[in-house]
């Protein structure tokens, strides 16, 4: 699963989760609580969050242990 | 009639049936009694739980509901209160710190040290008509995790470190799922010694500049608020890399080499796809994504030996498992090795086929039924590091030899809290067509 490197300028990213590869490790909550809630699965509570958060949303797409996180251009 | 609390199981304490035959033990129970098997053990009171679904309940529970199970007690004689053994809130912000560096971005800078030793094993086994797998698996992984935390050359400490831990795993059942007991006086010499020179270590790098290895991360890391880990934290959690990362690494390298040099087909077909991916030229980090079929016969092999082979928990107060009342205080044992072997979730499952884990199919296994680095929020936090150096190795020797059994039948299995073989496992060696080198370089 690939996410984009870098926001370009003007675009916004769309978080989603592969429900059927998140394992509930709830990592992404520890990492961007503001987008990441952790139920039974990982579920997005932003799915157009705001540029402010792409570092840490980047972090977030990384770190998942069953990367099931994808990040994609989105349009507000 | 047995069982405890209503739930069904065996009569009696289980502790000598245990002790003797871990595996058959729960393979006996999940098959005469259902998904909650409930038994007692050294006078302790627990419960198997062997259905996915449940598992996940267990593993994603808060852990003011659900926390650590009996194994934490030896566990934290070598790894302190690192985010392994710890079910408290300070838990959180810590797993950040570690998990940063541990992402599958971020182990990607280590692909060329794994790269290196692998190659060097790989050279070293070119006169050796035979080898012991983990024998030699074991010392490679541990120089890869130690020189990836501590930019070391671990000859100096090398056999410490592994007395400590060979005295660590042994006696399995006693040790790990028995009543607490104290660590014997080789344990801590061996330990001692070795927890000296990690002070040293960490005492000595306070003062000097980053190496851009794992300790220099764990020495800058900061908790939420700023403040720096202490050196009993970073030990702690050094420990926990080194004792976690390099003995369920190794095994898993001498279970894939074992089932490819058993399996033609597969390693052939293997061996295919690097020859045609790489041609002439040697593996590196880069190319994994496009040989999918490497990192799928790490992941069936992990299937099928799950180093990790148990989880333990102890619920705190009662809880609710389908329809079933787990009473506060019961213990709970969750096996991969049940499920991960179980027809209802891998057709054909005793079968070594890594097709299974390739993109288009790995889809339909179904939730929660393979978990070998655990489920929930102590999933392994290695794993990316786990995967990369795995699917690194296997690939660097299936692209310079082909494996052949020594013996042909699987290796016998003695499990300890890993799932170790009752002897090393010999395998035999015939060198292919390839570049003895002069590759591009890593990346």
């Known amino acids: 699963m690939s996410q984009p490197t870098a926001p370009a300028s003007g675009v916004r990213w769309r978080v989603s989760v592969d429900e059927s590869l998140c394992a509930a490790s709830g990592q992404c909550e520890i990492f961007c609580p503001e987008v990441f809630e952790v139920g039974r699965v990982s579920t997005v509570k932003l799915d157009l969050p705001p540029s402010d958060l792409y570092d840490s949303l980047q972090d977030t797409a990384d770190a998942c242990p069953t990367r099931a996180i994808s990040l994609s251009v989105g349009t507000a | 009639m047995g069982g405890v609390a209503g ?15 871990f595996l058959g033990f729960l393979e006996r129970s999940s098959r005469a009694y259902g998904p909650l098997v ?9 419960v198997l739980v062997n259905d996915p679904e449940l598992i996940h309940d267990v593993l994603t529970a808060p852990f003011s509901e659900v926390g650590g199970g009996p194994s934490l007690v030896p566990g934290a004689r070598t790894m302190g209160h690192s985010i392994m053994m710890n079910y408290e809130p300070s838990w959180r912000p810590r797993r950040a710190l570690i998990q940063r560096p541990l992402s599958h971005r971020n182990v990607l800078h280590f692909g060329d040290l794994m790269l290196r030793r692998a190659r060097e094993l790989a050279d070293s086994w070119s006169s050796a008509a035979e080898v012991e797998l983990h024998a030699d698996l074991s010392r490679l992984t541990l120089t890869i995790v ?72 764990l020495l800058e890391a900061r908790d939420a608020d700023g403040q720096l ?48 991916q790489l041609g002439s030229r040697l593996l590196v980090a880069g190319d994994l994504e496009q040989i999918p ?5 790490v992941e069936e092999t992990l299937r099928l030996y799950p180093v990790n082979h148990f989880q333990d928990r102890t619920a705190l107060v009662d809880i609710r498992l389908g329809d079933t009342t787990i009473a506060a205080g019961m213990h709970l044992l969750m096996s991969a090795w049940l499920v991960q072997r179980d027809e209802r979730y891998f057709p054909d499952a005793l079968a070594f086929r890594p097709e299974r884990f390739l993109p288009e199919q790995r889809r339909s296994i179904p939730k929660y039924a393979y978990f070998p680095f ?23 020797m299936v692209q310079r030899y082909e ?32 570049p003895e080198g002069g590759g591009p370089s890593p990346t």
């Open chain 2, 229 to 276: 880990l202490d050196d009993e934290a970073v030990r702690d959690e050094a420990n926990t890399l080194i004792f976690a990362g390099h003995s369920t690494t190794s095994l898993a390298l001498t279970y894939a080499f074992s089932l490819l040099s058993r399996h033609a087909m597969v390693q052939r077909e293997l061996a295919d796809a690097i020859a045609e």
């Open chain 2, 38 to 46: 409930a038994f007692e053990l050294a006078g302790r009171p627990w």
């Open chain 2, 293 to 297: 079929l490497i990192r799928a016969v």
């Open chain 2, 7 to 21: 739930i069904p199981g065996p009569a009696g304490d289980r502790f000598e049936e245990v002790e003797h035959d």
């Open chain 2, 403 to 434: 494996l052949r059994p020594a013996e042909p039948e699987p290796p016998r299995l003695r499990p300890t809290n890993l799932l170790d073989p009752a002897a090393d496992v010999r395998i035999r060696l015939r060198g292919r067509r390839v």
């Open chain 2, 146 to 217: 130690a020189e990836a935390l501590f930019s070391w050359d671990v000859d100096a400490v090398l056999r410490k470190i592994l007395a400590a831990s060979q005295e660590f795993h042994g006696d399995f059942v006693r040790s790990w799922l028995g009543p607490p007991r104290e660590p014997s006086d080789a344990f801590r010499a061996a330990h001692a010694s070795y927890e000296a020179l990690v002070r040293d270590i960490i005492a000595r790098r306070r003062v000097e500049t980053d190496s851009g290895d794992l300790l220099g991360m």
């Open chain 2, 374 to 396: 655990g489920l929930g929020p102590k999933v392994c936090a290695g794993n990316f590091f786990a995967l990369l150096e795995a699917a690194l190795v296997v690939g660097t």
